[in-house]
T-cell receptor, first 115, second 114 residues
Framework: ETGVTQSPTHLIKTRGQQVTLRCSSQ?????VSWYQQALGQGPQFIFQ???????GRGNFPPRFSGLQFPNYSSELNVNALELDDSALYLC??????????????FGPGTRLTVT | GQQLNQSPQSMFIQEGEDVSMNCTSS?????WLWYKQEPGEGPVLLIA?????ELTSNGRLTAQFGITRKDSFLNISASIPSDVGIYFC??????????????FGQGTILTVHP
């Protein structure tokens, strides 16, 4: 069974730039959620994708957007980067099958630094 | 954003000791999960709880879903050095038309001295 993978591992961007982060879900999983984890904090929910559509969103501005592809992989796009966007971005996958759908499995994350 | 309250914030223990940590919320959840995160990695799911009052074990780990549905507890017995990491609780109200947003605590940092 292949776990959740994310790319790139690390990224350095300048304020105002745009960034795209990528995630491949665990085999057999069709739902992808994205989280932002600031240093010393717990992850904060950004949004979830199911059947290639946004299926819920946390308290993040519209410059955070995403996509899900037919193979269930996903992208997180952030426009007009701000210094406060510096964080670990985590992708988690899950299924839509009963109780197992409540369990989210995380990738290793992408460390984004905005200068 | 909303976060759950975890305590203690950090623990320094000797190898072999038992560990207890808890998580409380002002609102109810229908699912509680416990994760462990090590440096440079994503959170790893340890235990999932689905029913109020439920007690579930995974090796040396035991977790309970509080009967009020507003809290959960994690115990680690006979700690070993590889238990070192940050432990997060997470609550979810997924189901029906709700999506599976996880709300996380701020974490408990566990240090185990050999």
């Amino acid at each position: 069974e292949t776990g959740v993978t994310q790319s790139p591992t690390h990224l350095i961007k300048t304020r105002g730039q745009q960034v795209t982060l990528r995630c491949s879900s665990q085999s057999g999983h069709n739902t992808v959620s994205w989280y932002q984890q600031a240093l010393g904090q717990g992850p904060q929910f950004i949004f979830q994708y199911y059947r290639e559509e946004e299926n819920g969103r946390g308290n993040f501005p519209p410059r955070f957007s995403g996509l899900q592809f037919p193979n269930y992989s996903s992208e997180l796009n952030v426009n007009a980067l701000e210094l406060d966007d510096s964080a670990l971005y985590l992708c988690a996958s899950s299924t839509d099958l009963g109780l197992a759908g409540y369990e989210q499995y995380f990738g290793p994350g992408t460390r984004l630094t905005v200068t | 954003g909303q976060q759950l309250n975890q305590s203690p914030q950090s623990m320094f223990i000797q190898e072999g000791e038992d560990v207890s940590m808890n998580c409380t919320s002002s609102s109810i959840f229908n699912t509680w999960l416990w994760y462990k995160q090590e440096p440079g990695e994503g959170p790893v799911l340890l235990i999932a709880l689905y029913k109020a009052g439920e007690l579930t074990s995974n090796g040396r780990l035991t977790a309970q879903f509080g009967i009020t549905r507003k809290d959960s507890f994690l115990n680690i017995s006979a700690s070993i050095p590889s238990d070192v990491g940050i432990y997060f609780c997470a609550g979810s109200n997924a189901g029906g038309t709700s999506y599976g947003k996880l709300t996380f605590g701020q974490g408990t940092i566990l240090t185990v001295h050999p």
